[in-house]
Every structure is written in C-alpha cells, then in structure tokens.
T-cell receptor, first 114, second 115 residues
Framework: DQQVKQNSPSLSVQEGRISILNCDYT??????FLWYKKYPAEGPTFLIS?????DKNEDGRFTVFLNKSAKHLSLHIVPSQPGDSAVYFC?????????????FGGGTRLMVKP | DAEITQSPRHKITETGRQVTLACHQT?????MFWYRQDLGHGLRLIHY???????NKGEVSDGYSVSRSNTEDLPLTLESAASSQTSVYFC??????????????FGPGTRLTVL
C-alpha cells in the first residue's frame, strides 16, 4: 500500500500559467515533506520542503501548501516556464524514522507548453 | 565541489550474472541510499547505510546486497540478475544531523538492462 500518492501521472499547462501538482499521504506520522524535480537522464534534485508545523512555504516561483487534516500537499509553480518541464516527486519523512529515510510518490510529469 | 557519482551509467547484462553498481560521494555524508525507479512506482528504497559497516534493508531488498567499508562508497550488488531488476538505479546521500531531516543528494543514475 503506497503511503505517498501522486494521483496525476501527467499535467500539461501553458507557459505563464499556474502549475499545481498534488500529493496525498496516509501515514499520520509523516512530519516533513519534500518536492524533488527530475530531468531525463539526471538524478532528482531537491526543490522545496515544508515541515508539518507550517502550512505554507515559498521559494521564488515555487510554493508548497500543506493541509494536515486532509493529509494533502500541493506544489504551485507561478508562472510556469518551459524549463519547468520535468517529473516532480513528492516525498515524506517522519522524525520517528532515523537516518532521514524518505518515502516517495510515483511522480507527476509536468509539461509546460510555450 | 562535492558531488555524488555513479558508474557505469548504462549496463546490459544477462540473467544470472552478478552485477555491481558503484556509488561514490565526496560530501562526507554518513547516510547513503540506493533506490530503483520504475514507471508508476516512483523511487523505492533498496538498501541504506548510516555509516561505515552499517547496512539496512529497504522496501525492495530481495536480490540485492550492499557493503559499506568507507564513508565515500556504497556499492550495490545484484547477486544473480533477473529480468525484474531491469530498472534505473539511483544512489543518494545525506548528512546525519540529529533532530532534522536533511536533503538527500542524488547521483545521475545507472540504467540497468537484464536480458
């Protein structure tokens, strides 16, 4: 049973518009969440994170929102750019898991059209 | 600059062969991880290590082994390769600061094909 789910395998948006990528989790012990971005033939790179004590974290064009009651987080990219086209992975961690173990979702492929 | 490298980047092997994938990091991180990426499954943890001589099984460890003889390297061995192990493999590392979850830094990946 997947503890972290990204229900949309792909998303297509127009350049300049907002991209919203969603992630749901089932384990209530998760208290730290991360988004990674992956280009083809490269390893995932860290994008943004949020602790469960917050409900929003912003870094430039990227904002992550956390709704603990719904066990849901989302990544907003505004405005979207063609260079944002990549696969985005949501990941979660618990302070009760020693050593920074992450549980990943299945990924969402974002395509930003010029 | 510190980095994490993987070799080879591509490997084709036959069923039943032993295969070793290398991972080397110069971050001086204590924690190292091996994942496999398959369509629809995201990244699944194979093995991980918290330091020299420490190894632990992850979610999908059957058919794989690792060893940690120094801080920099965590080689992944497929004892007898199977077609189900055709995948893209990623190595990652992170520091081990108590009380926080640190970012994992990933290598570029190894694409393994088992025929």
């Amino acid at each position: 049973d997947q503890q972290v789910k990204q229900n949309s395998p792909s998303l297509s948006v127009q350049e300049g518009r907002i991209s919203i990528l969603n992630c749901d989790y089932t384990n209530s012990m998760f208290d730290y969440f991360l988004w990674y971005k992956k280009y083809p033939a490269e390893g995932p790179t860290f994008l943004i994170s949020i602790s469960s004590i917050k409900d929003k974290n912003e870094d430039g064009r990227f904002t992550v929102f956390l709704n603990k009651s719904a066990k849901h987080l989302s990544l907003h990219i505004v405005p979207s750019q063609p260079g944002d086209s990549a696969v985005y992975f949501c990941a979660a961690s618990s302070k009760y898991n020693a050593g920074n173990m992450l549980t990943f979702g299945g990924g969402t492929r974002l395509m930003v059209k010029p | 600059d510190a980095e994490i490298t993987q070799s080879p980047r591509h490997k084709i092997t036959e069923t039943g062969r032993q295969v070793t994938l290398a991972c080397h990091q110069t971050w001086n991180h204590n924690n190292m991880f091996w994942y496999r990426q398959d369509l629809g499954h995201g990244l699944r943890l194979i093995h991980y290590s918290y330091g020299v001589q420490d190894t632990n099984k992850g979610e999908v460890s059957d058919g794989y082994s690792v060893s940690r003889s120094n801080t920099e390297d965590l080689p992944l061995t497929l004892e007898s390769a199977a077609s189900s192990q055709t995948s893209v493999y990623f190595c990652a590392s992170s520091s081990n600061q108590a009380g926080r979850t640190d970012t994992q830094y990933f290598g570029p990946g190894t694409r393994l094909t088992v025929l």
